[in-house]
């Protein structure tokens, strides 16, 4: 049963455009949500973060949404780099952030 | 930002031998680590979740006896991979958090391991 899903294995943008990354979970007592991006052979780092008791979170170029009825989230890259072009993981915390569980990823690639 | 370090980065080994993966926070106290296993082109799936001092806690699936893991000190944590099979093989990620709640969880690089 997969609570976080990135149902996009990929997605491709040209450079100075905007990448969407889309999540959606299923769990409602998921109150924490994270985006982190992932290069090959190394550990996830953290990007940006928002708690369900906002919509919006905003760290320079990088914003995420959260629609809490509809149980979804984004992270919004604007411009996009050829440096973003990396995995992007959406992770969910449970109340406390006791657990995170993380989507499947979603592979960026931003073509110069 | 912080940072974690995973020793080896990477590890061939044959059938039936164990591995020790260390996973070591550098510049902060990690009151809990995690450890997780990547699957090619699939997401990180939580094995456990281990506080200092205490045992770890297992998720559903994940054999505790195979995959021993030790959280000595608040800055090491180490989980073996006892009596590897083939099927073991994948790449594994520890992270750290400090403090409780949703503090950011720091990851390390990576333990690539390959059991022959």
């Known amino acids: 049963d997969q609570q976080v899903k990135q149902n996009s294995p990929s997605l491709s943008v040209q450079e100075g455009r905007i990448s969407i990354l889309n999540c959606d979970y299923t769990n409602s007592m998921f109150d924490y949500f994270l985006w982190y991006k992932k290069y090959p052979a190394e550990g996830p780092t953290f990007l940006i973060s928002?708690?369900?008791?906002?919509d919006k979170n905003e760290d320079g170029r990088f914003t995420v949404f959260l629609n809490k009825s509809a149980k979804h989230l984004s992270l919004h890259i604007v411009p996009s780099q050829p440096g973003d072009s990396a995995v992007y993981f959406c992770?969910?915390?449970?109340?406390?952030?006791?657990?995170?569980?993380f989507g499947a990823g979603t592979r960026l690639f931003v073509k110069a | 930002g912080a940072v974690v370090s995973q020793h080896p980065s990477r590890v061939i080994c044959k059938s039936g031998t164990s591995v020790k993966i260390e996973c070591r926070s550098l510049d902060f106290q990690a009151t809990t680590m995690f450890w997780y296993r990547q699957f090619p082109k699939q997401s990180l799936m939580l094995m456990a979740t281990s506080n200092e001092g205490s045992k770890a806690t297992y998720e559903q699936g994940v054999e505790k006896d195979k995959f021993l893991i030790n959280h000595a000190s608040l800055t090491l944590s180490t989980l073996t991979v006892t009596s590897a099979h083939p099927e073991d093989s994948s790449f594994y990620i520890c992270?750290?958090?400090?403090?409780?709640?949703?503090?950011?969880?720091?990851f390390g690089p990576g333990t690539r391991l390959t059991v022959l």
């Open positions: 928002i708690s369900s008791i906002k």
């Open positions: 992270s750290a958090r400090e403090g409780q709640g949703y503090n950011e969880q720091f």
């Open positions: 992770a969910a915390s449970d109340t406390g952030g006791f657990k995170t569980i």
